[in-house]
Nanobody, 126 residues
Framework: QVQLVESGGGFVQAGDSLRLSCAAS????????MGWFRQAPGKEREFVAA????????VYAKSVEGRFTISRDRAKNTVYLTMNSLKPEDTAVYYC???????????????????WGQGTQVTVSS
């Protein structure tokens, strides 16, 4: 059974930092792109960041570019999201996702990702 388990969420003040982790099990994702998405109450799930299977290529939503960094440790089958200068509008449940297509591109589309975690809550207070 494939599982993606997010951790690292919490309640922080505006301007603070958090580092989310996503540990995968049941499948080796070292040859697959991974991504982070988020969903705020009453809104659709939106793209945050994605990373290629090599880790050499990354894509970010404009709203987080320059503040968030996605990275991965292929040996640990884990992907990270480092979030700096957090804003109240970053408040959401953050989801880790993985593509099933080996060597495919890192994309920003929800429909391209086949595996999803349960999410971790990030709340940013002003």
């Amino acid at each position: 059974q494939v599982q993606l388990v997010e951790s690292g969420g919490g309640f922080v003040q505006a301007g603070d930092s958090l580092r989310l982790s996503c540990a995968a099990s049941g499948r080796n994702f070292s040859l697959n792109p991974m991504g982070w998405f988020r969903q705020a109450p009453g809104k659709e799930r939106e793209f945050v960041a994605a990373i290629s299977w090599t880790g050499a290529s990354t894509v970010y939503a404009k709203s987080v570019e320059g503040r968030f960094t996605i990275s991965r440790d292929r040996a640990k089958n884990t992907v990270y999201l480092t979030m700096n200068s957090l804003k109240p509008e970053d408040t959401a449940v953050y989801y880790c996702a993985g593509r099933s297509s080996t060597w495919s591109m890192a994309t920003s589309e929800v429909r391209d990702y086949n595996y999803w975690g349960q999410g971790t809550q990030v709340t940013v207070s002003s």
